[in-house]
């Protein structure tokens, strides 16, 4: 008779987007005294260094968790504080081409000390430094005995040599010690939040015996290209006599910018519109934009069954939808090609449409997870809020998209504007995609005017005047370009301005409503 084989009950792994809530609730269990981590913070987190990023699994529940990121030795060797070099958290400082691993955290299940959970994740860092043939690890470690001897030892780098000499014990830094770890110093005001350690930390480093000298910058020769095919779609607005009339327009333009492989198809905000031409009177604003609603299921599936056949990932415009409270909300539905459905509320509705639309607000922003990465969605005058794209790229979004609708060209030119300064601040590319023609039928919607474009950074490795490619003025057409993700990784970590990386963090941060 065979042996009966178990399953590992312990498993170590690099995380996932998907085990965000697993780790939030570890983080909450590990430190109930100390503010938590938003599920933002922690997308941000992976998506930026997704290598770095490691979590133990015991029996299915995730007991311990990592975070790390490379950045250079004048920054980890240099006096900081956690908010500073971790980008609040997020990650978004991560530099590829920095020479050292910075731990950023490590918490491990109280209920579940006895398995050597914290020994695991440090050998996991230390593998991984090995790996990426980097200096060492760097990190600022909590020293929280020091509150009870605090009058003892006044002067916390005493007590870390009071520590190492063995004459009192720190559960914590002992265990660094342990794990090879010296101490530097102490980073004064590291984490206010750690009032156990004074809101100071132990400077800590580990030399990795087997580093090089140089390593392989990740926009070398030898680097592999990271290129994502996007398309977009400037869209005519036109009488339809049907939804398969109107469908069939859509799938023209999916059909088309799919021959050409593209990873990406963008239609533009409410470009659902014409579907109004289908009523049997002149409907007033608010009317209309009620009828719109009607056909958000019918819609969605449509698109959904696109994306799935024509294998791309498509940002559905937006589309006026009822919410489950009752309120009118103007949402961009994401298809992604494996059939998946996402969507992003419009969080500023412009005066016009709370007006004549009577349209809500959102009250959410996040990244979306696709097989390119994560993205980002603002629809139209979303894009003149920076605070907006400046969180979904912390979360690690790399390509915001754009859908707008405009009328005249001061309103385009505002939301152009607006979203070459997203693509220069935050180092990302920018994909707009707006309406162009009439709907002489449609209160609200006479006119549109759009010159729909692909912005880049402006820096030495992306076009001169900062845009991949733009459609005609007021044509229907499509533009389509090739965005390097590693163009981007060399202009943060390299380039002539380093705007994520810069940020005065000791001056100011963006505190968000669910952090």
Not at 153 to 169: F, G, N, R, S, T
Not at 332 to 341: I, K, P, T
Request: one cysteine or more; charged letters at 25%.
């Amino acid at each position: 008779m065979a042996k009966t084989r178990a399953g590992a009950q312990l498993t170590i792994r690099t995380a996932l987007i998907q085990d965000v809530a697993g780790i939030a609730a570890l983080v909450d269990r590990a430190y109930p005294n100390m503010s938590t981590y938003a599920v933002s913070t922690l997308k941000g987190q992976i998506s930026n260094f997704p290598e770095g990023q490691f979590i133990v699994e015991y029996e299915g529940e995730i007991v311990g968790y990592a975070a790390s990121i490379i950045l250079n030795e004048s920054l980890v060797l240099s006096p900081h504080n956690w908010a500073g070099i971790t980008g609040g958290g997020y990650g978004s400082s991560h530099n590829p081409n920095g020479d050292w691993l910075y731990g950023m955290e490590v918490c491990v299940d109280p209920q579940r000390r006895r398995l050597r959970i914290g020994e695991r994740l440090y050998d996991a860092r230390k593998a991984l430094a090995e790996n990426l043939e980097l200096k060492g690890i760097v990190f600022g470690g909590r020293m929280p005995g020091w509150k009870k001897r605090r009058k003892a030892y006044p002067d916390p780098l005493k007590y870390l040599q009071a520590v190492k000499e063995k004459k009192v014990i720190d559960p914590v830094v002992n265990f660094q010690f342990r794990q090879g770890f010296e101490v530097l110093g102490v980073l004064e005001k590291y984490l206010p939040s750690d009032k156990d350690s004074g809101g100071h930390a132990a400077h800590m480093i580990w030399h990795n015996a087997y580093a090089v000298e140089s390593r392989n910058s990740v926009h070398s020769e030898a680097a592999q290209k990271d290129v994502i095919r996007v398309a977009t779609v400037q869209l005519q607005m036109r009488k339809v006599t049907s939804f398969d009339d109107f469908m069939s327009s859509v799938e023209y333009f999916i059909d088309s910018v799919s021959a050409y492989k593209s990873d990406f198809a963008v239609f533009p905000e409410l470009f659902t519109l014409p579907l109004l031409a289908l009523a049997d009177r002149r409907l007033a604003p608010s009317e209309a934009i009620e009828k719109l609603t009607e056909y958000t299921p019918v819609f969605i599936e449509a698109m959904r069954k696109l994306a799935v056949s024509y294998n791309i990932n498509i940002i559905g415009g937006s589309h006026p939808t009822r919410a489950d409270d009752g309120d009118i909300q103007n949402i961009a539905y994401v298809f992604l090609r494996d059939g998946s459905v996402h969507a992003q509320e419009k969080i500023h509705p412009t005066p016009n449409e709370r007006h004549y639309w009577n349209i809500k607000g959102g009250d959410e922003v996040s990244t979306i997870d696709t097989d390119c990465g994560p993205i980002g969605i603002l629809i139209c005058y979303d894009s003149e809020f920076p605070e907006l794209a400046r969180r979904m790229a912390d979360e690690g979004a790399k390509i915001l998209f754009v859908p707008f609708c405009t009328d005249n060209r001061q309103g385009y030119l505002r939301v152009r504007y607006c979203s070459q300064a997203r693509a220069i601040e935050n180092q990302c590319y920018v994909v707009m995609s707006g309406n162009v023609g009439n709907l002489p039928g449609v209160e609200n919607m006479d006119v549109n005017y759009a010159e729909s474009c692909i912005l880049t950074p402006c820096d030495f490795p992306f076009a001169r005047d900062g845009i991949a490619a733009e459609c005609s003025e007021n044509v229907e057409t499509v533009a389509i370009a090739d965005l390097d993700l590693t163009d981007l990784s060399w202009a943060r970590a390299k380039g002539t301005v380093r705007n994520l990386r810069d940020r005065r963090f000791d001056l100011y941060q963006t505190q968000w409503s669910d952090q």
